[in-house]
């Protein structure tokens, strides 16, 4: 106890808010997986408002005070918008799965290479080092813009900001480890209509962010095993993909959620789709289309040397056919797979091309 | 190439031609031969500032996302970043404290030891749920405040914005930690905040620096006592774990809050005024919320051990707490440039004098 507290007085203690709390007597108690957001689920902090009234960013399930002032003006405030089953497990995952790009890449594993190979990295490195962060900076716009009711889900979107960071730092230090640099820029994330970051609505920027951009880069990231010259970019390229997977996690369980509880929605989000369609393989937000000079940097680094250049690019194909094969299942799987049957979307058609 | 990985490959094997490569991005580069080798603690985001790469400029007025240290592109259809001069965001130590908020990283479902939980007088159990809901909600506005912001900051200035990615996975994790705290141990949340400080930060929009002042020399540096207090009246290991791993990463966040408002401070000019005026209208704000009951009574409660105990040593215990917050800010403020000790707020000064 500290001597500058003088015990001799007593005080009036204003305990009205005993009477007034959220509901009482609860007990979560952790599972074999510890104490997760899945476990707390209990009672009235597990039920979710359709519609969230929330404008004071109470945590849900605290007692309301009248009195308090309406400082959120939360524009995602319909559970259909932003909500997905899945949230709670991907937030507790992101936490278990967290990397450390200082030390747990096998940086001492980098050995000169040959100029092409080295400077196709670079420009690989380049190009992931600029367009990690969309996927940092617009979910982190939609967390502050989402009511706290929906805390799981935007508690996934705060992991996705911390995970891009890791990602824009990772290329950054590999472009800049191993006697190359940094190159010129794509501007494949810039300002026009349709883009990731101008959408203004959260499900339009899902279907771009999670679906189509980072499935495409996904793909790519498991690849990696194929094209990384050495065991820290296998490394840097496994420890993406993991991250990413959950992303694109987030992006398909959501839109399975929208298309079972808006179905309203159906045919707005089939036009976002058609637009991602279009851009999937042609636009330059993949580093594997076929409009990206990365395209060629990745032959080179598939082939391993400009020398096999040919052999790369056949290596290249293949990645694009997976990423139109993967995309399709993941389409499939958020409920809007009738599109590959109706003939609403040319993917299979793409798809049955490359074959 | 790993043997699963050939077999299904043949199978995806496609059947096109090979376009003629250009080679047009070769040689396209500002500084080559660069090659930054990893230290004792590996290979860190400050250890990249070589060369021009660690050129930081006053002002970066490309609005793209190109990489410090990467050759533009003509073309590119700008981004709405807002915030384009390094002194609106700046810290020196940002690629550090984004390093250490990694390599500090914990988990609050396995690593904190929620079998250490046990029963606590109802008194006391409320007020710890009381305080677990308020804290949630100032880790709630701080996660607000700065994505609203984040997404504003130039990339000339990424070490900033990486460092501030971990301190919103850091809010995110409050937020859960405190709502498990509070539903793991027979009790439930309480009340809503008020919001009165938290109302002052999240409509401080009209620069990111003004928002720190409010975030973190205000209230964070009173929630640095308020989470110190909490560790030393922990009852169980649980909440030693918990307070004591959300007291190291609100120190990261102080940090990065003080260094950046000294650096505005001395990079540009009119900023300690702008501070003082600022701190003038806010610390009326924080004087009420510390006179709103239901925080007081509940730290009361907890240090005394119950209500009984709240009335007498408890609020004492508490009143010292804030006469140390304002001693602490008071400091800050003088290292900051902006002397608030002869014209702070009646309201707080009446605490110091008490």
Known sequence: MSEAVDTQKEYELDTSWMENMGEWGVKATPGKRGLTLADIQVGSYAELPEVSDNMTGRPRGAAVRPEAFRVGAYSVHTLSEIWLDNAEFLYEEALQRQWSSATDIPWHTLEPLPDAVEEAECLLCTFFNEVEFVAGDVPARWIAKTTPDYLEARNVLSAQVMDEARHMDVFRKRALANGGGLMRMSGATSGFVGSIDLARDFTEMSTRLHISGEGAVLTMFRMGELFGQNEAEKTMYRLCAQDEARHVAFGVMHLRCLSATAPERHEEIECYLDEAEGQLLAGQQNPAGTQAETSEALAILLGGGAEHYDEGHKKLLVIRRRQLKEYMKRVISAGFGDRFENGRSSIPERYAATG | ?354
Not at chain 2, 243 to 260: Q, V
Request: proline share 4%.
């Open chain 2, 1 to 354: 190439m790993s043997e699963k990985m050939t077999e299904s490959m043949s199978e995806d094997e496609p059947t096109q031609g090979v376009p003629e490569p250009t080679y047009d991005w070769m040689g396209l580069t500002n500084q080559w031969g660069t090659r930054v080798k990893p230290g004792e603690h590996g290979l860190r985001l400050g250890d990249l500032n070589v060369g021009i790469y660690g050129e930081v400029p006053e002002y970066w007025d490309d609005q793209t996302r190109r990489p410090r240290g990467a050759l533009p592109r003509a073309g590119i259809p700008p981004l709405p970043y807002s915030l384009r001069s390094k002194h609106e965001m700046w810290a020196d130590c940002a690629a550090d404290l984004y390093e250490e908020a990694i390599q500090r990283r914990w988990i609050p479902a396995t690593e904190v030891p929620w079998d250490t939980l046990k029963e606590l007088p109802e008194d006391v159990e409320r007020a710890i749920c009381q305080i677990c809901t308020e804290l949630s909600q100032c880790a709630n506005t701080e996660l607000e405040i700065i994505t609203y912001w984040q997404d504003r900051m130039s990339y000339g200035y990424f070490e900033v914005k990486q460092y501030l990615a971990t301190a919103t996975f850091d809010c995110a994790r409050h937020l859960e930690v405190m709502r498990k705290r509070a539903l793991s141990n027979g009790g439930g949340l309480g009340i809503e905040s008020r919001g009165r400080v938290n109302r002052m930060i999240l409509e401080s929009s009209g620069g990111w620096t003004e928002a720190v002042v409010y975030l973190y020399l205000l209230r964070g540096t009173y929630i640095t006592r308020l989470l110190t207090g909490l560790l030393s009246f922990a009852h169980n290991d649980a909440e030693t774990f918990i307070y004591s791993h959300m007291l190291e990463d609100h120190a990261r966040h102080m940090t990065y809050g003080y260094d950046h408002l000294k650096y505005a401070a001395t990079h540009h000019e009119g900023a300690t005024d702008i501070m003082r005026t600022l701190l003038a209208i806010g610390e009326g704000h924080m004087a009420n919320e510390l006179k709103d009951g239901v925080v007081s009574s509940a730290m009361a409660i907890i240090f005394g051990g119950g209500i009984q105990g709240g009335r007498t040593y408890g609020m004492e215990r508490y009143l010292l707490l804030v006469r140390e917050f304002l001693e602490d800010y008071l400091s800050v403020c003088e290292w900051l440039g902006v002397d608030r000790r002869e014209s702070l707020h009646p309201m707080l000064k009446s605490y110091l004098e008490d």
